[in-house]
């Protein structure tokens, strides 16, 4: 009997071993699972991106921690009014792991975002990017392609690794919908960045944390802050891309 009762227990124990490798979040509570995972290796120091797209040819800049259409952007971004979609090409601003992404249309065009992460905890997000390169089309092709405006991402598992100057898209945003003062064209890029080492100073003040319920909104920086103090410049030479929140950020002070 005790044979039989040892045998169930080590049964058991196994089962929730492989459970707990092969899919944590089943098994324990999410805010445990944090405690294995969170576990990142130290910084380069400075951390420094490599800008994503051409800032010659960005006309304005789109500020993270703003509100935009009615909506609080955690990310940030690049429009070029004076360049068609496919002369806009995107890279990847550090090296990094593919870890999730989405694809959905818009006005009959497909929009692809990507999330990308370093060991160290930095996230950064690359969002309307119009036509890819056939490694980043290959992941894409896998997402599921919802009917509607549905954008919620999709792990990439194993996550894939890439390089930093690596080209990502060779288009961004959309051939149609614009204004008709740029002839219908809207050619923007959305660029995110995310310090999960610690939540921002935005996310210290109660009643700012009490609007902003999605955790992303926590963690979100000022990319401004991490290019080189040359591109800096260029950035904060730039107008808004908003008309209405201008240059209003709650992370870029």
Not at 9 to 28: N, Q, W
Not at 60 to 76: C, M, N, T, W
Not at 77 to 104: C, L, M, T
Request: net charge neutral.
């Amino acid at each position: 009997m005790r044979k039989i009762l040892l045998v169930i227990v080590t049964g058991f124990l196994l089962f929730i071993i492989a459970a707990l490798i092969r899919d944590p979040e089943k098994i324990l509570p999410m805010g445990q699972i944090k405690q294995f995972t969170k576990s990142y290796e130290s910084c380069p120091s400075p951390f420094v991106f490599q800008m994503p797209v051409d800032i010659n040819r960005v006309t304005s800049i789109l500020y993270p921690g703003q509100y935009r259409g009615g909506e609080y952007k955690a990310h940030g971004g690049f429009r070029f009014d004076n360049s068609h979609p496919d002369e806009i090409k995107v890279v990847a601003p550090y090296d990094a792991e593919v870890i999730a992404g989405a694809r959905y249309p818009v006005d009959g065009e497909i929009q692809y975002t990507f999330d990308f992460t370093h060991p160290c905890g930095i996230r950064y997000r690359f969002g309307h990017l119009l036509t890819l390169t056939p490694k980043f089309q290959a992941i894409a092709d896998k997402f599921p392609l919802p009917k509607g405006l549905d954008s919620r991402t999709t792990e990439v598992y194993p996550p894939i690794k890439v390089k930093q100057g690596e080209i990502i898209a060779t288009a961004v945003g959309l051939t149609k919908g614009g204004p008709s003062a740029l002839g219908g064209l809207n050619t923007f890029v959305d660029w995110g960045v995310y310090d999960y080492r610690q939540k921002n100073e935005s996310s210290k003040d109660p009643a700012w944390v009490a609007k902003h319920t999605y955790e992303i909104e926590h963690y979100a920086v000022c990319w401004f802050d991490w290019i080189s103090s040359e591109d800096k410049t260029k950035v904060l030479a730039l107008p808004s891309s908003d008309y209405q929140s201008g240059k209003s950020s709650d992370y870029c002070k």
